[in-house]
């Protein structure tokens, strides 16, 4: 009877969208602050234009058919509308913000069960390398994951969005990787897929078989490697499930040699790479993710001139993820030193159930002030538009611009844009808008 009225709930949460809204438009009016307004669009911000940050006072928003259509000052508004002209349902924002919404690059939130037993055992001292040896970790997920039915992982992973949702994440990426065999990488895609077809927030999903070495193949990992690229990936691409694969390439995980080879029978199946590096050493996952045209490079903890300098000039996003190296207590990455080298950064949350359990963006901002020095104007840029190229959708997400999806939020009132970041434990978002709909 729980499971059964749980299922009920997520399905009421899930199109509460469609029934609150049947207007043709909508008008967000007298908003205190529009942020992260881009004029035409733009891709990504790198190093000195991470501080830019475009927005207008006393504005509007225009909303027609999910799209964000028009924004001004109210004064423009009334020289071009006037009040009666538009039949679109109004929201006033007076004293309140407008951010574009979070675009989440980076996570893990398909996952069964928690692992809090993990979380005193570090209290306690053990490293994060050695609660794997102990067949903690990623493995400890996995036989969870294995244990667990499909629509049960399917509804403890709804909750999570929907959690996500209400904190203004409105585009997510999500890994498999808490698989490691076949039929239960398959089945976390699956609930992935079926994630991306029952929310209204945009999903990415990326297949990372190649998240740990399993226990059967302890001391033999080629083996598995060699699993991965002849039956795993034809058959994730066979069934569409994944948009990129993914490669944990650091010490005590995968070589370089290794990711290489997966991300070339990847590519050979159209899936573009995203890579795990530097989290825990040098491992040469940047320079690997680089030379195979990754769309981002992730972690980045253990970086130096020779990473930077790789990504000077690449096509790949540099992605930070704050929440992990704190709850982790590893080293935090350079984010000064890339940005001051002229390098783009994104920041996104990497929700997992072993080193990162919170997906609240918010709070990913506020590391990113506090912990890597960014202004707020640069942690705002790396988790809208930058963030939302190391999704691949930065042409149609990330920021205020005519033409693209109308994903944006609504904050409580509050005094500037940087009491968001600043305020890190206060819940400030009072209303989401996804897809041109309140949820």
Do not use: W
Not at 62 to 84: A, C, H, P, R, V
Not at 308 to 329: C, D, Q, R, Y
Not at 398 to 405: A, E, L, P
């Amino acid at each position: 009877m729980e499971i059964i009225t749980s299922f009920f709930n997520i399905c009421y949460l899930s199109q509460i969208f469609i029934r609150l809204n049947a207007y043709v438009g909508l008008l967000i009016k007298n908003i205190k602050g529009l942020i992260g307004i881009k004029e035409t669009t733009k891709l990504l911000a790198s190093g000195k234009d991470m501080s830019v940050l475009n927005n207008i006072s006393d504005a509007y928003l225009l909303i027609e058919e999910e799209k964000i259509s028009d924004f001004g000052t109210m004064k423009d508004f009334s020289n071009k509308y006037g009040e009666d002209e538009l039949k679109h349902h109004v929201t006033d924002a007076s004293g309140r913000f407008v951010f574009p919404s979070f675009c989440d690059s980076h996570t893990h939130l398909v996952y069964a069960g928690s692992r809090e037993v993990e979380f005193t055992d570090k209290i306690r001292g053990l490293s994060y390398e050695e609660i794997a040896r102990h067949g903690g970790g990623i493995l400890n997920s996995a036989k969870k994951l294995h244990d667990t039915s499909e629509e049960e992982l399917f509804l403890q992973s709804a909750v999570r969005i929907n959690e996500i949702i209400s904190q203004g994440t409105g585009a997510v990426e999500i890994k498999s990787g808490y698989g490691l065999n076949l039929e239960d990488e398959l089945k976390m895609l699956r609930v992935i897929k079926r994630i991306k077809n029952s929310f209204p927030i945009e999903v990415k999903s990326t297949f990372l078989g190649a998240h740990a070495v399993p226990a059967e193949y302890k001391g033999n990992r080629e083996k598995y490697v060699d699993l991965i690229i002849n039956e795993m990936i034809p058959v994730v691409a066979a069934g569409e499930l994944a948009d990129y694969i993914d490669v944990f390439c650091d010490k005590g995980f995968f070589s370089t040699e290794d990711t290489e080879r997966m991300l070339m029978a990847g590519m050979k199946y159209g899936l573009r790479a995203k890579i795990h590096a530097n989290e825990l050493d040098f491992s040469g996952g940047v320079q690997v993710g680089i030379k195979y045209n990754a769309l981002s490079v992730d972690h980045l903890e253990r970086s130096g001139d020779n990473e930077i300098e790789a990504l000077l000039g690449s096509e790949t996003m540099p992605t930070l993820l704050p929440g992990s190296a704190f709850f982790l207590g590893l080293p935090d990455p350079p984010a000064r030193k890339m940005i001051d080298a002229g390098l783009p950064v994104a920041m996104a949350s990497d929700y997992n159930p072993g080193s990162s359990p919170s997906g609240n963006m918010k709070l990913v901002m506020s590391f990113g002030c506090i912990r890597l020095k960014m202004l707020p104007e640069e942690v705002i840029n790396a988790v809208t538009l930058n963030s939302a190229y190391a999704m691949g959708i930065s042409e149609t997400h990330g920021s205020i611009t005519r033409g693209k999806m109308a994903n944006v939020f609504i904050t409580k009132e509050i005094p500037s844009y940087e009491f968001l970041p600043y305020a890190f434990g206060s819940d400030l978002i009072e209303k989401v808008i996804l897809n041109g709909k309140v949820v």
